[in-house]
């Protein structure tokens, strides 16, 4: 789609793009738009405090002279707005509008271009139902009008219900085109192209014994962050043994890091209610540092922005979460901090000069491994591991594969979150899957397949 | 062959490991030069003895909240009241001491008490109300300042008892027999020497090179790469020279100011407490990546309203020596003095987007600006080209961290 859209400019991919039988050569975003491809990414790119009519001609502005024609400006997003549907004044701020109605604004600026080809990128994934529908019909007002729309979307329900042709692409290549035109096209096909069938001894082999029920959460409530009326997860229940590894499947969307960020130190949401109990006693998780003492650790999915201090040497990064472990009343012992980081570095084959070594010279994969250090030096009981191995190389990915293994051998307890369902099938003893906020089945690895977590997904 | 391929590779090293401390290398290379500069311009005043007592006086509160700044930058703060906060210490002590008769000692922990609950209040705001501090101690600057013209009513109040003075004005008395001196003095051709000065001089340059060996036997040990020799041994020579030479020179005048000492242990404590302390490491990670240093269990606000509270003591302190040292209150003191404080920081290495930063070069920094202060005065230059020339030079340094950060990716 970036390429499509021109943000990966011609010449920085390979293959060609035509585009009304030409050849397509885009340098920019502002080149394909010229041409009439607009893209409308699924975080929506309006800035909040303006007005409707300033972010539909945000950058595009009614202007003579470098001097905004306001009249002709709010005449102008007045009638888009009604071909869109969206009874709002154009002089009403972004803000105030929910996430339904902004997604309709962004389809007005589209408009407002002149858009042939629509590109919209899981334009539903934070739609309530009649909003989905509403837009999914406006697409096909679109369509009415000679205007060509490419959706991207999980909802294989939406997909059905207004695409002429489907494409599934599967790891960065196209698996099948289906069209609707010739055959009706069934659920089942998608979600087997989907899937695809290539299963490898990708994963190392583990012995699976399960002990003594480890952490058990229940009944577990957040609301959204900065919305207190959207409930993001609903009661969620989850038990994970001693020397478990047990799997979170979902979209990208569903709740998922929401849910473990929320447990851990409530570093998620608001209102939460709920209990976590480890080793069959109550814990207090409310602030980060309880839930470490009380022995849980959290690797974040997002190891760049939350997970590491890029700009100081590995050895500054592994001793974060338990500097009480390299110090004695307060005071380092840089010699025994020094030589912990070594430990790690050796166990983990992190790849790297020294521990010296700023964390932002790393490659992805010891990036990650810094990480899972700095919470395996924290000894916890319950490791919860969002997004293991995103943005990392296959031996790498190996190398963590291994570690997690070794975990569980040690008798810890394994919450592992992962896009990847090859990944969760081959590494896990149970998987739990989530969608919209809602545990909504539980696996054991025997059960699952990709095809029992997906269609429990879009069974919905 | 061989040979030379080893030579090859021992320069790159070196060249190498300049180009990556190029900052604290450059910092006090400047300073020197600068020294050098206006010694020879001021035809050998700036490092009379009476000349460098002034210069560690005059500089005296900048360091000392330079300090507390450090701390707040590197936690990704700022903090615009301190020249204010300073102001109002300073008046309280007067209306306190001169107006009121309260014993001094019992002042000085009254106001140092009040720059703490000033530096807890907009703390407060800032850690747990997440109002940018900007925002918060820009409001301080003007409510301070507008409490310390009150407290006054628009007079100097002064002069203060001689016990309060010698906070700022005093000198430690020698210890060693005066007989000593006396010998000594005729060695230097000067009146009288104070063997102290002379001895912690000696005593804190052995100290410098000591610790420095031993960090690098410490390294060694553990196959960290530390400094190359030939960096190490300058390094050290530099800073070992300078203090047998000033302390030399202090005490061919009239010894160890008080306040020097006050300033070297708050630096030392200071030092101590940012590079080897599991409180020191919080900070710089709460200012390195706010969010994982959360996520790892620190409690980043506690931290950032500490680092505010601590800045207010240290403004209390600076306070206290100001006015000890004009031996008056009045309205003005502190007047932009903040500014002065943060060019200090800024141009001792830290970053604006905090996580980085040494105590050792804000003091550095500090005495830089000192220097260049205090070189032009003596030169009569014009306060108008003092200030265009320190905000060059403040430019220049932050330019030469930003060229520098950009150039090794």
Redesign the interface.
Known sequence: MKVLSGVYPYGSYEGEIHYDGQLAQFRDIADSEEKGIIIIHQELALVPLLSIAENVFLGNERAKNGVIDWNETNRRTGELLRKVGLREAPTTLVDKLGVGKQQLVEIAKALSKEVRLLILDEPTAALSESDSQALLDLMLELKAQGVTSIIISHKLNEVRRIADSVTVIRDGSTVSTMDARSQPITEDAIVRDMVGRDMAHRYPERERRAGDVLMQVENWNVFHAEHADRQVIHGANLTVRAGEVVGIAGLMGSGRTELAMSI??R?YGQNISGTVRLKGKDVDVS???R??DAGLA?V?EDRK????????PIV?NVT??N??GV?SG???N??EE??VSERYRKAMNIRTP?V?QKVVNLSGGNQQKVVLS?WLF?EPEVLILDEPTRGIDVGAKFEIYGIINELSAQGKGVLMISSEMPELLGMCDRIYVMNEGELVGELTAAEASQERIMSLIVTD | MALAENTGDAKQGIGAYLLANLREYGLLAALVVIMIFFQVVTDGVLLKPVNITNLLLQNSYIIIMALGMLIVIVAGHIDLSVGSVMGFVGALAAVMIVQLGVNWLLTILVCLGVGAVIGAAQGYWVAYWKIPSFIVTLAGMLVFRGLSLWLLAGQSVGPFPKEFQTIANGFVPDVFPAAIGQSLAPLFDARQVNTLALVTGVVAAAAVIWSGMRQRA?DKA????GEPTPFFVARTAIIAVALVFIMYKLSTFRGLPNVLITMGVLTLIYAFLTE????G??I??LG??A?????????TERLTFLAFLNMGILAAAAGLVFAARLNTATAKAGFGLELDVIAAVFIGGASMSG??GKIMGVVVGAFLMGVLNNGMSIMGLGIDYQQMIKGLVLLAAVIFDVYNKSRQG
Do not use: C, H
């Not at chain 2, 969010?291 to 409690?299: D, N």
């Open positions: 851990f130190g570093s602030k980060v540092d839930a470490i959290y974040t922005s939350l997970g590491l201090i890029l700009e100081e500054r974060l979460a500097l009480a110090s307060g005071i380092l840089e010699n020094n030589a020294s010296f700095k924290a | 410490r553990y196959g960290v790469e080897k302390t599991t409180l490491r919080r710089y990670a390195g990546n969010k994982a240093a959360k996520l790892s269990g620190i409690k996580g980085v």
